[in-house]
């Protein structure tokens, strides 16, 4: 039986009255690329805020590389934080900062190390999202948004985590550079073995990329397994919401072979 490296079960999270989460439970093993889709306000940010710990639930369980998050003190989540890359909707790379910088940011902050091994670091992690050193002192405002996207990764991988969790990673990219992304993001687990939680509304990136995949609306589970299994059901809401998407994904399934 596969590894678990993240484990939810039966989470609720009420706001201020108002049930973002509803009973949520699912399991995402070692090695996986698993996505989470649906609208938005549907709940599926909410679901990485838990698990990187920045919200506590309401009621319900938690579990990362098998400890409970939110029992843990503020150094445990640091060392837990460490082991999870984190990629940002809009990239959240810092504008001040040459791309080196922002791929060792955290060597930066939190080490002692020289700045030539800190680029050093980040060349090895840019040449992972298929860049060169040609853009390491460049500034983000000279990046496309494609190439951006490919910063903010290699940003995310610098620390070497087990696990990354990629937040709407072709939002704002046309459709040929979102499956750019979608090529990369399988070119990473097979080049680094990392586990992939992958939030997304991208229909055609979340059924060629994904081992397994969860839809979620308005705070509840509506259907998971792999992309296979998701789309021969029979739920309204899930039909509804794959619409006729079917025929592009025929077209965009290429992206995985």
């Not at 060792?104 to 999202?129: D, P, Q």
């Not at 985590?161 to 687990?189: A, F, H, K, M």
């Amino acid at each position: 039986m596969s590894e678990i490296v993240v484990k939810v079960e039966n989470l609720y999270k009420e706001i201020e009255g108002r049930k973002i989460l509803k009973g949520v439970s699912f399991e995402v093993r070692k090695g996986e690329i698993f996505s989470i889709i649906g609208g938005s306000g549907s709940g599926k940010t909410s679901i990485t805020k838990h698990i990187i710990g920045l919200w506590k639930p309401t009621s319900g369980r938690v579990e990362v590389f098998g400890k409970e998050v939110p029992k843990l003190s503020l150094r445990e989540m640091d060392e837990l934080r460490k082991n999870i890359g984190y990629v940002f909707q809009e990239g959240a790379l810092f504008d001040s900062l040459k791309v080196w910088e922002n791929v060792g940011f955290y060597f930066l902050e939190h080490t002692n190390m020289r700045r030539e091994e800190i680029r050093k670091i980040a060349l090895e992690k840019l040449r992972l999202v298929d860049l060169e050193e040609d853009v390491m002192d460049l500034m983000p405002s000279e990046l496309s948004g494609g190439m951006r996207k490919r910063v903010s990764i290699a940003r995310a991988i610098a620390t070497n985590p087990q696990l990354i969790i990629y937040d709407e990673p072709t939002s704002g990219l046309d459709p040929i550079t979102s499956r750019v992304i979608d090529r990369l993001i399988l070119q990473l687990r097979e080049r680094t073995g990392t586990t992939a939680i992958v939030v997304t509304h991208d229909m055609i990136s979340a059924f060629t990329i994904s081992d397994r995949l969860m839809v979620v609306k308005k705070g509840e589970i509506v259907a998971m397994g792999t992309p296979e299994e998701v789309l021969k059901s029979d739920d309204p809401f899930i039909q509804e919401f794959i619409g006729d998407m079917k025929d592009c994904l025929a077209k965009g399934s290429e992206v995985s072979n």
